[in-house]
Structures are given as structure tokens and as C-alpha cells.
């Protein structure tokens, strides 16, 4: 399996038995792209761009903003000695050449470029938007290949390979999923879009529903009221004292949530069980809000800095290590001495820094804060290996192998020291383990180990668990509604329990408000119309109960007969047009066709998958980011995605619309069929009668 990769790190470390290495970036080097970035990108382009992610910015060193990305990231070995016919190649210098940026971080031993690599990533994405589909493949891969814990690239490759070639598609997501496993900011960002996608599809599909529902049962509404205020004014005057009255909490800023609960819990005696759901669930969302908002705010804490415990340090993982930087948490964790994140982002930074001393220090503190931490052990063997002591690196380790069995970077890094004493047995045997726990790793490393005889150490960012156990822990108080989409910040209904209770004690009074009307006022629908009418506007015929309008039609006929058939006229002529609109609306409002037979969970889930994919369209519904944003639009679901999930979206409402349609069809023509024979019977026996 790994003989060959054996066979050359032996015949590598024959000719050249000393640990070294590079930098991952260096300062100076850094520096100047920061600024090269900035150019390129434009400072307007990318403040707007900073400004609009949920991740704070972070140390003075790039203008480019954070580059996020945790998981076990890459990093070749700080050097004390570099042989001098193999000393630094020097970084190209056109930023346009993308094989040449790969040949150096080969020739360089260097793990990863992550601003270089979010450069080729960047221009990828421009070129992908121009057309240039295949140059823009070549840019992203090149990208991942730079920076191996750079996820975006990965996502980007399969999103747009999905239709074209989906088994290469689906590589990129194995890649994201493996990569996603070790990057606590990438599960961060999952979890809370995740949640604001779905609390803000749903409430917006409850939302719409509740409104069309008002707009589908809008007479019962009006005629209660109209009744009410028939003792105060005119038919005529009342009519339009309706509409304001229905439409003024509308528009007088209470938002359209607050409004559609109220009229939904008076209509409430009239509604169905499945309308009803809709009044329950959109109230259950508003109560649940602040709850929602302050889920979110305690997402956002690991982002934010200066906000304890973590003081951003998920964001350090692919900073471009400074010596500003390294100062900067070297002070924090002065300040926090019990804080294990500081104290291990300090030791990350100075050791790539090559500050080993300080590496070593920051390490052993944070060991005593988390004892027995395998991470923490790895990457302290690794800069006493660094500073020549190998017997204590060794023995840590040792102890990380004994802490987690399956911790491959810590066999591996030993591998390296016994290689470098000439023990090619015990080498082998712990190159053997860290092959078989991961055997990615060992053929990553091995081919930065390239044929000049360079042995890189493995070194380990913080486990996603660690984060996750203190974020658990964390109870802070929350800082307000920045982890929310801006869209949702002035939002009324995010604006906290002040705005749930109102909610809730409106949703109250407006069920015994409705309860009340509806016992004082029962209403019914007009036997040959269906036109909403009550006790004291009914007009009755016999056993029949008809609005003014069919009584009035019926009044024209001289006989009985006649009369009939003038009704069944009149509402044919009515159902006519309330069908025509009703069809047009149901082919043009997801749902809505649904809805108007009653038809609620399928209708709201349509609405929900389409508010969904409106948010994502429009950019917020996922204010969580696992990287920089780019000001570049990143499709991340791919288009054909997006269209044929609206193709089907459409075909389920209105295909749904019209069987329902037909299946009501039929039952009233089965219920109208006995009707026509019962009056031929009738006619039968009157001949048989007059006979
Ligand atoms: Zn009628
Ligand atoms: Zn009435």
C-alpha cells in the first residue's frame, strides 16, 4: 500500500537527515499580498463584503478579512537549520500564474496558502460569471489544491459539475463532508443556517398562508363586522369603514404578522382544523422568536471578538500568522490565563511564527487547562522536536497515541523522529499506524516530504468537540440581534418577549372576540350562492335560507319554477367568476389553489421550500459564514437545482389544485344528480297528480 512512500522518505532522509522547513507564510510576505489583495479586490468592494458577513473582522494584518477554516490545518515545520542549496524558493511574482504559485508551495514544503488560495478562488468565481467555465474549473481546483482545509472550493467544483459529470460531483462532497468533520466554523455555520433557514421559511409560509386564508375567508370577516356596525352607520358608509378598519393594523407598522394572527383568531369559530394549525403555528412562531434570535446570537459567539470564552480564536486556524498577531494573543491570554483557547491560538501562532519558546510555553499551559488534551500533546512534541528535544517530544507523543487511540498525526510526527535517528523499525512501525487510522494524511505529508529530504510535522488545530463543549457551557448575556440576517434586524417580530407577549395576549382577545360575534352573530351561507349571511340579513324561502341578492333575483320570477331557474343562474354566473380568479391566483401563488380547498400542510410546506429558496436567492438566509464572503455571488445550490425545484414546486400546487378541483366537481354533481331526480319525481307525481 505505502511501500514506495516508505521506501522514498527513506532514501530522502539518507541524503539529508535534518528536520526543516518554512514558514506556512511569512509576515513580510503576507503583508504584500494584503495589499496586492486589496487592490485587486478594490477597498469599497471588500468592505461591503466584510461588512456584510456575520464573522467580525479580525487583526490588523490582511485587509482580505478572516480566512476561517479550522480543522487540522496543514503546517510544514518551523526551521532551525535549512541546508542552503535547497533554501527558499522565492514566491512568483505574477498573480496570474496559478501553476507556478503550485510549483512554489511544492518546492516550499508548504502546507497551505490560504490567501493566495482564496485569490485563485475568487478569480475562478469571476470567471465562471464572464462564461469562462473551464479556465474557472482549473482556478478552483488549483485553490484546493493550495489550501487543503479551504472548503468553499470543494462546494463551489460540485455545484457546478452536478449535472455535468455527478460522479466527480459527488467527490467534491465526500471531500466537503470529511473536511467538514474536523471544522468546527463549517458545522457553526451549518447548524445556524440551518436553523434561520427553516424558522424563517416557515414563519414566512404561515405567514402567507394565514394571509390568503384572510383572502380566501375575507366575507366572513367583513359581514361580522358589518353587522357590528350597522348600528352605527349606513349600509354604504359601513362598507368602506370595513376595508379601512381590516387594512389600517396593516399598514400602521405593527408588521403583517401581529394583524394576520388577530383576524385568524376571529375568524376562528368559522375555520377549519387545518386553518386553524396555521393560526396556532404562525402564533407559536412569533411567541418562539426571541427564543430563535437568542439560538442564533449564541452561535455567533465563537465569531465574536473580544466576547469570551473564545475571543474569536475558531478564526485563527487560517490567519496568516504575525508577529502583531502572535503579540496581540499572546496579551489576551496574559489577561485570561484560564482560558485554553488563548493559550493554545497564542502557542499556534508563535510557532508558526517560529517563535518556539513562546509555542512551547503557550502549549504547556494550555495542557494544564486541558489535561490530556492529544492535540495539545501533538503539536508540543512537535516544537520540542523543533527545538532538538526529541526524547521529550517522543514521550509526548506517546501520550497523545495513549489519550486517543486514534490520533494518526501524532504516529506520523514520531515516524518522523525515529526517521531522523536513523530507526527505521520503529519508524515503520508508527508510519504503519498513522497510514492505517489516516491514510490521507500520511500521502499528504509524504508528498510535501518531496525528494530533498524535508520531514514535515503534523500539527493540529482544536477538535470541533472542544468548541462545542464550551459553547454548551457558555451562558453569556446576549449581545443583541447581530447574528440575524439584516433583513430580519429591524424586523419588528425579532424585536424580543415584548413583541411575543403582545402576541400572545392579542391572539387571546381576538378568540373571545370571535367566540363572541360568532354567538352573538352566527353565520351561515346562502342556500343557492354560498354568500355569507346571517340571522338578521337571511332572507327565508321555506326551508331555504337566501342572501339579498338571490332573494332579490328570485322576486323577479312569477312562479316558483321560474325562480329556480333564475337562481340557478345567478349562481352560475357568480361561480363562474370566482373560479376564473381563483385559478388564476392558484397558478400564480404557490399554495394558494391548495389552500382554497382546504388542502393546508402540503400548501404550507410549498410555500415554506419557496420562501426558502427565495431567501437563498436573495442572500439572507444564511447569515452564517464558515469563510470570508467573496463579493462574488457563490452559487452554492446549483441553478438547474434551483429551477427544477420551482418547476416541481409549481407542478405540485397547480396539478394539486385542479384534482381537487375535479374531485369537488364530481361530488357535487353526485350530490346534484339525486336533487334533478327527486324534482323530475316531483313533476312525475304532479302530472300523475293532475292526471
Ligand atoms: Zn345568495
Ligand atoms: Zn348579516
Redesign the pocket.
Known amino acids: 500500500m505505502h511501500d514506495s512512500d516508505l521506501r522514498r522518505l527513506r532514501a530522502s532522509q539518507r541524503r539529508s537527515p535534518w528536520i526543516h522547513g518554512l514558514p506556512a507564510l511569512r509576515p513580510s510576505r503576507s503583508l504584500g499580498f494584503a495589499f496586492a489583495l486589496f487592490f485587486f479586490l478594490g477597498a469599497g468592494v471588500a468592505a461591503g463584503a466584510l461588512a456584510q458577513t456575520a464573522t467580525p473582522s479580525r487583526g490588523p494584518t490582511t485587509a482580505y478579512g478572516t480566512t476561517p477554516a479550522g480543522g487540522p490545518t496543514l503546517a510544514t515545520m518551523q526551521t532551525k537549520r535549512v541546508p542552503s542549496p535547497l533554501a527558499a524558493v522565492l514566491p512568483p511574482q505574477d498573480l496570474n500564474d496559478l501553476p507556478a504559485w503550485l510549483e512554489y508551495r511544492a518546492r516550499n514544503h508548504l502546507a497551505d496558502l490560504p490567501l493566495e488560495a482564496r485569490l485563485f478562488y475568487r478569480r475562478g468565481l469571476m470567471l465562471a460569471q464572464s462564461g469562462n467555465r473551464d479556465d474557472a474549473v482549473r482556478l478552483v481546483r488549483g485553490a484546493a489544491e493550495l489550501d487543503p482545509a479551504f472548503i468553499a472550493p470543494h462546494l463551489t467544483l460540485a455545484s457546478w459539475l452536478l449535472l455535468r459529470e455527478p460522479s466527480q460531483a459527488l467527490l467534491q462532497y465526500a471531500s466537503v463532508i470529511d473536511l467538514g468533520r474536523q471544522n468546527f466554523l463549517l458545522q457553526n455555520a451549518l447548524l445556524g443556517n440551518t436553523l434561520t433557514l427553516a424558522f424563517q421559511s416557515f414563519f414566512l409560509a404561515l405567514l402567507a398562508a394565514g394571509l390568503i386564508l384572510l383572502g380566501l375567508r375575507n366575507r366572513e370577516l367583513r ?1 361580522a363586522l358589518a ?1 357590528r356596525l350597522a348600528r352605527f352607520a349606513s349600509p354604504t358608509t359601513a362598507r368602506w369603514w370595513i376595508w379601512a378598519i381590516l387594512a389600517l393594523p396593516f399598514v400602521a407598522g405593527f408588521g403583517l404578522a401581529l394583524p394576520t394572527v388577530f383576524f385568524l383568531g376571529l375568524l376562528w369559530p368559522s375555520l377549519k382544523a387545518g386553518e386553524r394549525a396555521v393560526f396556532v403555528g404562525l402564533l407559536g412562531i412569533l411567541v418562539a422568536a426571541p427564543w430563535a434570535v437568542g439560538s442564533l446570537d449564541h452561535l455567533g459567539v465563537p465569531l465574536r471578538e473580544g466576547q469570551p470564552p473564545f475571543h474569536a480564536v475558531p478564526l485563527v486556524a487560517t490567519e496568516s500568522p504575525s508577529s502583531d498577531r502572535q503579540q496581540q494573543l499572546a496579551a489576551l491570554g496574559r489577561r485570561n490565563p484560564e482560558n485554553p483557547f488563548l493559550q493554545f491560538a497564542a502557542a499556534w501562532t508563535a510557532r508558526r511564527n517560529g517563535d518556539l519558546p513562546a509555542a512551547a510555553a503557550g502549549y504547556r499551559r494550555a495542557l494544564e487547562l486541558w489535561p490530556d488534551d492529544d492535540r495539545v500533546l501533538n503539536n508540543l512534541g512537535n516544537v520540542l522536536a523543533m527545538q532538538g528535544r526529541t526524547d521529550e517530544a517522543l514521550e509526548a507523543y506517546r501520550r497523545a497515541g495513549a489519550v486517543n487511540q486514534s490520533n494518526a498525526a501524532a504516529a506520523f510526527n514520531a515516524s518522523q523522529i525515529y526517521t531522523q535517528r536513523f530507526d527505521f523499525r520503529s519508524a515503520t512501525e508508527a508510519l504503519s499506524r498513522a497510514a492505517a487510522l489516516n491514510f490521507d494524511l500520511v500521502k499528504t505529508y509524504q508528498s510535501l516530504a518531496s525528494d530533498d529530504g524535508v520531514l514535515p510535522l503534523v500539527d493540529q488545530w482544536i477538535a470541533p468537540r472542544s468548541f462545542w463543549a464550551a459553547l454548551s457551557a457558555e451562558r453569556g448575556e446576549a449581545s443583541g440581534r447581530g447574528a440575524l440576517p439584516p433583513a430580519w434586524r429591524s424586523a419588528i417580530e425579532a424585536s424580543g418577549w415584548g413583541y411575543s407577549t403582545a402576541a400572545l395576549l392579542l391572539a387571546l382577545l381576538a378568540l373571545v372576540a370571535g367566540a363572541r360575534t360568532h354567538r352573538a352573530v352566527p353565520l351561515r351561507t346562502c342556500n343557492n350562492c354560498g354568500a355569507i ?2 340571522r ?2 337571511a332572507c327565508r324561502r321555506r326551508e331555504t335560507a337566501l342572501c339579498p341578492a338571490c332573494a332579490a333575483v328570485e322576486a323577479r320570477a312569477e312562479t316558483p319554477d321560474f325562480g329556480r331557474v333564475l337562481l340557478l343562474q345567478h349562481r352560475s354566473q357568480l361561480r363562474r367568476s370566482r373560479r376564473l380568479l381563483r385559478t388564476a391566483l392558484a397558478l400564480l401563488i404557490p399554495g394558494y389553489g391548495l389552500l382554497s380547498f382546504r388542502r393546508v400542510v402540503p400548501a404550507v410546506l410549498l410555500l415554506a421550500v419557496s420562501a426558502a429558496l427565495v431567501a437563498m436567492a436573495a442572500g439572507c438566509g444564511t447569515p452564517f459564514s464558515y469563510e470570508t464572503r467573496l463579493a462574488v455571488v457563490v452559487q452554492e445550490v446549483p441553478f438547474a437545482v434551483q429551477v427544477g425545484t420551482w418547476v416541481a414546486i409549481y407542478a405540485i400546487s397547480i396539478l394539486g389544485y385542479f384534482a381537487n378541483l375535479v374531485r369537488a366537481d364530481a361530488v357535487e354533481a353526485a350530490q346534484a344528480a339525486p336533487v334533478r331526480s327527486r324534482i323530475r319525481l316531483s313533476r312525475h307525481d304532479q302530472s300523475a297528480l293532475a292526471a
Open positions: 359581514h353587522e349571511i346571517c338578521r340579513c
